[in-house]
T-cell receptor, first 121, second 110 residues
Framework: GAVVSQHPSRVICKSGTSVKIECRSLDFQATTMFWYRQFPKQSLMLMATSNEGSKATYEQGVEKDKFLINHASLTLSTLTVTSAHPEDSSFYIC?????????????????FGPGTRLTVL | SQELEQSPQSLIVQEGKNLTINCTSSKTLYGLYWYKQKYGEGLIFLMMLQKGGEEKSHEKITAKLDEKKQQSSLHITASQPSHAGIYLCGAGDAGNMLTFGGGTRLMVKP
């Protein structure tokens, strides 16, 4: 099946620094990728939709200047947490949308990465 | 690893009809989440259930958790075309790793 990777899987940084998280679709091209955030014991929350070659679409309440998204190629989207603070500590998960193949009626599928656990000290 | 099975896989209902989607886990549930996805869009969180017997509602959507049966059901009352989409259940294990069910594709005919 399709694989989506994330790097790093775990990162610890000091307050005030920036952290970049990569999301790669390994065996398919993804024009659309999604970034989610999950707090402990809570649900996955959609942060933004990353579109290849254009600006990301952010969900309400998500600061676009703090969470920079770059979808530079059909297989890579990056999320940069700028000037990270302890409240940004969370589990960040990306997913990549794979378009349906073959039949025009084939449905697309979303594949999730393994997640990146960010801890800001 | 935990597995979630959803049924049915797809569903077509007439507008105004009620419907139920089920999600069954292979292991103990530590939290069960329901999401909705419209075509080409990200997952939208609907609700989370944590305790056995817990029931929550969001507009015309109600979800229940049967901890003993390791199962949750999502019920939509008086369905509307706006309810159409893919409904996914997700569960976290003790380590908070998320697993998703295969999804239920709902179509509502006007």
């Amino acid at each position: 099946g399709a694989v989506v990777s994330q790097h790093p899987s775990r990162v610890i940084c000091k307050s005030g620094t920036s952290v970049k998280i990569e999301c790669r679709s390994l065996d398919f091209q993804a024009t659309t990728m999604f970034w989610y955030r999950q707090f402990p014991k809570q649900s996955l929350m959609l942060m933004a939709t990353s579109n290849e070659g254009s600006k990301a679409t952010y969900e309400q309440g998500v600061e676009k200047d703090k969470f920079l998204i770059n979808h530079a190629s059909l297989t890579l989207s990056t999320l940069t947490v700028t000037s990270a603070h302890p409240e940004d500590s969370s589990f960040y998960i990306c997913s990549a949308r794979r378009l349906g193949q073959g039949s025009p009626l084939a449905q697309d599928t979303q594949y999730f990465g393994p997640g990146t656990r960010l801890t800001v000290l | 690893s935990q597995e979630l099975e959803q049924s049915p896989q797809s569903l077509i209902v007439q507008e105004g009809k009620n419907l139920t989607i089920n999600c069954t886990s292979s292991k103990t549930l530590y939290g069960l989440y329901w999401y909705k996805q419209k075509y080409g869009e990200g997952l939208i969180f609907l609700m989370m259930l944590q305790k056995g017997g817990e029931e929550k509602s969001h507009e015309k959507i109600t979800a229940k958790l049967d901890e003993k049966k390791q199962q949750s059901s999502l019920h939509i009352t008086a369905s509307q075309p706006s309810h159409a989409g893919i409904y996914l259940c997700g569960a976290g294990d003790a380590g908070n790793m998320l697993t998703f069910g295969g999804g239920t594709r709902l179509m509502v005919k006007p």
